[in-house]
């Protein structure tokens, strides 16, 4: 395109622009109207409180009109029935509840901050444990957002970076234009400019060179900026007395234009067969996810301009890539084996980004990848049938990732999305749970965001999340995700249903009691028999009953080796665990493994020498 978008930045090159839209029309206002059309959704502990709180309502006001006319048909006077009615309606209502959820919530963001993750909204605190599905930035989230040269095509051979070589002179010549024909400079030993430039000049110091000592010695006389018509740029030199054209790009701009090249034996003329090998080497880096420049140079007195570049003599290829963090492999598959579906939403190529998902775990076989232009042909229901095979978009618009959001959302699914720029906003207000960046994101994008990542890492998003923090937990969730399908919930779901705990809430005597509840830690001492098989066992509770194969119950004392309610009762507030256990009873229908644990809890709560601190109680 020839459009030049409000609130770029430009970097260099000179144009003359004219003005052709104002304010809500230009590109930038196009994305605030997104923002403004995208509703934040109600998290799920807030629709289980509304439900919670209506229902509560619907019973009181029951038993209150009961209780006034029981009070009435006893011969008390109307005011006096009334005011008993009231005072049990009063009385009834639990108050202290919000608060409590706030105040929990709240120790959750300081548990999360020190895993890096700020927390904007406390409604995040208990999304982040609902997440079934995190659709993820590429650069700079799930790789280190630094360049790095790669694989070099030169004298017909890949080689290394450190197998360069100054006194061979085609090697010599392809350092001279990734240095001179480059506009970018390390500072202090930090890069300015375009991160793939700067990357081509610490490939020359990883060889033991200065690419200060050159430049200082020859002066550039003419440049022909890159753009994206002409997809290469070229600068001229005059070294050892002679002018030198040197010009770097994409490989389909430059190979027509070049009429020789440099090997070996030295320069010959280029042939068909050297072309078809060059785009054969050209095409196995691109599938590898590496990004090609190509280089090539000529010796001519003409002026340089856009015309007179041509006749080049072909030098080689340079690859390079934004490696992924060393530790997303490892947080990939952590979510994976939870249950947690991520989705890799980047501007690359869809070669490149696929490659890289490959890398890191999100792409598998059978995955497919798709490009904005593809989602844009896509109707709902298509991208609906599609939805769970696609873990890789790419070139994508901020429309694109709305519905993306919307169509995972549509499946039931708990959505968190990762962004940094102003076009990513509206997709991260309409997520269940926004995530900024801390150090590459834009102002607006934490402004639209619920949680924000202090070090940029995809990671951290994994460590904040309640379910991941002890590894010995994972492999239990594989044995979890045919009931979660069959619920047609992600597991993280299932679990914040049957057990509202916030992401990062723990209690002092929690934290004394890690081994039995850390996060959902296991009691070594506990065996496997005495945990029931249902939801809950996402983070393998120990529920003290004894179950067998066949599902029976055979309620047993809670001694101190398995002490599971008794701990639970240590651990948690009274409040928490009747809450727990009044919505694991209100879901023991959804499945056979919540009958299976609301049973066990059943005959255990009825049975006072299992639990003598509550023989009151009885499950609802």
């Given at each position: 395109?020839?459009?030049?978008?409000?609130?770029s930045l430009?970097?260099?090159?000179?144009?003359i622009?004219?003005v052709?839209?104002?304010g809500?029309?230009?590109?930038i206002g196009?994305?605030?109207?997104?923002?403004?059309?995208?509703?934040s959704?109600?998290?799920?502990?807030?629709?289980?409180?509304?439900k919670?709180s209506?229902?509560?309502?619907?019973?009181?006001?029951?038993?209150?009109?009961?209780?006034?006319?029981?009070?009435?048909?006893?011969?008390?006077?109307?005011?006096?029935?009334?005011?008993f009615?009231?005072a049990?309606a009063?009385?009834?209502?639990?108050?202290a509840?919000?608060?409590?959820?706030?105040?929990?919530q709240?120790?959750?963001?300081?548990k999360?901050?020190?895993?890096?993750?700020?927390?904007?909204?406390?409604?995040?605190v208990?999304?982040l444990?609902?997440?079934?599905v995190?659709?993820?930035?590429?650069?700079?989230?799930?790789?280190?957002?630094?360049?790095?040269?790669q694989?070099?095509?030169v004298?017909?051979e890949?080689i290394?970076?450190?197998?360069?070589d100054?006194?061979?002179?085609s090697?010599?010549?392809?350092l001279?234009?990734m240095?001179?024909?480059?506009?970018?400079?390390?500072?202090?030993?930090?890069g300015?400019?375009?991160?793939?430039e700067?990357?081509l000049l610490e490939?020359?110091?990883?060889?033991?060179?200065?690419e200060?000592?050159?430049?200082?010695?020859?002066?550039r006389?003419?440049?022909?900026?890159?753009d994206?018509?002409?997809k290469?740029m070229?600068?001229?030199?005059?070294?050892?007395?002679v002018?030198?054209?040197?010009?770097?790009?994409?490989?389909?701009?430059?190979?027509?234009?070049?009429?020789s090249i440099?090997?070996?034996d030295g320069?010959?003329p280029?042939?068909d067969?050297d072309?078809?090998e060059?785009?054969?080497?050209?095409?196995?880096?691109?599938e590898q996810?590496?990004r090609?420049?190509?280089?090539?140079?000529k010796?001519?007195?003409?002026a340089?301009t856009?015309n007179t570049e041509?006749?080049?003599?072909?030098?080689?290829?340079?690859?390079m890539i934004?490696?992924?963090?060393?530790?997303?492999k490892?947080?990939?598959?952590?979510?994976i084996?939870a249950?947690i579906?991520?989705?890799m939403?980047t501007?690359d190529?869809?070669?490149t980004a696929?490659?890289?998902?490959k890398?890191i775990?999100?792409?598998?076989?059978?995955?497919?990848?798709?490009?904005g232009?593809e989602?844009?042909?896509?109707s709902?229901?298509e991208?609906?049938?599609?939805?769970?095979?696609?873990?890789?978009y790419?070139?994508v618009?901020?429309?694109?990732?709305?519905r993306i959001?919307e169509?995972?959302?549509?499946?039931g699914?708990?959505?968190s999305?990762?962004?940094?720029?102003?076009?990513?906003?509206?997709?991260?207000?309409?997520?269940?749970?926004?995530?900024?960046?801390?150090?590459?994101?834009?102002e607006?994008s934490?402004?639209?965001?619920?949680?924000?990542l202090?070090?940029?890492n995809?990671?951290?998003?994994?460590?904040?999340?309640?379910?991941?923090?002890?590894?010995?937990?994972?492999?239990?969730?594989?044995?979890?995700?045919?009931a979660?399908?069959?619920?047609?919930?992600?597991?993280?779901?299932?679990?914040q249903?049957?057990?509202h705990?916030?992401?990062g809430?723990?209690?002092?005597?929690?934290r004394?009691?890690?081994?039995?509840?850390?996060?959902?830690?296991?009691?070594?001492?506990?065996?496997d028999?005495?945990?029931v098989?249902?939801?809950?066992?996402?983070?393998?509770l120990?529920?003290?009953?004894a179950?067998?194969?066949a599902?029976?119950?055979?309620?047993?004392?809670?001694?101190?080796?398995?002490?599971?309610?008794?701990?639970l009762?240590?651990?948690?507030?009274d409040?928490?665990?009747?809450?727990?256990?009044?919505?694991?009873?209100?879901?023991?229908?959804?499945?056979?493994?919540?009958?299976?644990?609301a049973?066990?809890?059943?005959?255990?709560?009825?049975?006072?020498?299992?639990y003598?601190?509550?023989p009151?109680i009885?499950p609802?």
């Amino acid at each position: 395109t020839d459009m030049v978008f409000s609130g770029s930045l430009v970097t260099y090159g000179r144009a003359i622009v004219v003005v052709t839209e104002t304010g809500m029309n230009t590109e930038i206002g196009k994305i605030a109207t997104l923002m403004n059309q995208a509703k934040s959704k109600k998290t799920p502990l807030q629709l289980s409180l509304d439900k919670f709180s209506s229902r509560l309502a619907v019973i009181i006001m029951a038993i209150c009109v009961v209780v006034f006319g029981l009070s009435m048909f006893n011969g008390m006077s109307v005011l006096n029935s009334l005011m008993f009615a009231v005072a049990l309606a009063v009385a009834a209502i639990p108050e202290a509840l919000g608060s409590i959820v706030t105040i929990v919530q709240a120790m959750g963001t300081q548990k999360m901050a020190k895993e890096n993750a700020v927390i904007k909204d406390l409604k995040a605190v208990e999304s982040l444990g609902c997440v079934s599905v995190i659709c993820s930035d590429k650069t700079g989230t799930l790789t280190q957002n630094k360049m790095t040269v790669q694989k070099i095509y030169v004298n017909g051979e890949s080689i290394l970076e450190n197998q360069l070589d100054l006194n061979i002179e085609s090697h010599r010549h392809l350092l001279y234009d990734m240095v001179l024909n480059n506009d970018s400079s390390i500072v202090d030993g930090k890069g300015i400019g375009d991160p793939t430039e700067y990357a081509l000049l610490e490939t020359f110091q990883h060889i033991g060179l200065d690419e200060n000592v050159l430049r200082d010695v020859l002066t550039r006389v003419e440049e022909v900026p890159f753009d994206s018509d002409r997809k290469m740029m070229s600068t001229k030199y005059k070294m050892h007395g002679v002018n030198h054209i040197l010009t770097k790009g994409a490989l389909d701009s430059i190979l027509d234009r070049c009429v020789s090249i440099a090997t070996k034996d030295g320069i010959r003329p280029i042939t068909d067969e050297d072309k078809a090998e060059i785009s054969r080497v050209n095409r196995e880096y691109s599938e590898q996810g590496l990004r090609v420049l190509t280089f090539a140079y000529k010796e001519s007195d003409e002026a340089l301009t856009v015309n007179t570049e041509n006749d080049y003599t072909f030098i080689g290829l340079v690859s390079m890539i934004d490696p992924p963090r060393e530790e997303s492999k490892q947080a990939v598959a952590d979510a994976i084996r939870a249950g947690i579906k991520p989705v890799m939403i980047t501007g690359d190529h869809k070669i490149t980004a696929s490659a890289i998902a490959k890398q890191i775990g999100i792409f598998n076989d059978g995955d497919i990848a798709v490009t904005g232009l593809e989602l844009d042909a896509m109707s709902d229901k298509e991208l609906d049938e599609k939805i769970e095979k696609i873990s890789v978009y790419a070139r994508v618009s901020p429309e694109n990732k709305i519905r993306i959001v919307e169509a995972w959302q549509r499946k039931g699914n708990i959505v968190s999305m990762t962004g940094d720029g102003v076009n990513d906003a509206p997709a991260l207000k309409k997520a269940d749970i926004g995530v900024a960046m801390g150090i590459t994101g834009t102002e607006v994008s934490k402004d639209a965001a619920s949680m924000i990542l202090q070090d940029d890492n995809f990671a951290t998003i994994i460590k904040a999340h309640p379910d991941l923090h002890h590894h010995d937990l994972l492999p239990h969730a594989d044995a979890l995700r045919p009931a979660a399908q069959q619920s047609r919930l992600g597991r993280g779901q299932i679990m914040q249903v049957v057990v509202h705990r916030p992401a990062g809430a723990a209690t002092a005597a929690g934290r004394r009691s890690r081994h039995m509840i850390h996060h959902g830690g296991v009691d070594p001492a506990v065996d496997d028999a005495q945990r029931v098989q249902h939801p809950v066992a996402c983070r393998q509770l120990p529920l003290g009953p004894a179950v067998t194969n066949a599902g029976d119950v055979e309620p047993q004392p809670v001694g101190e080796g398995a002490g599971a309610v008794g701990k639970l009762h240590d651990v948690l507030p009274d409040l928490f665990l009747l809450c727990h256990m009044m919505l694991l009873f209100r879901e023991r229908n959804r499945l056979p493994a919540h009958r299976q644990g609301a049973d066990a809890l059943t005959k255990m709560l009825t049975d006072s020498s299992a639990y003598p601190r509550w023989p009151e109680i009885r499950p609802p």
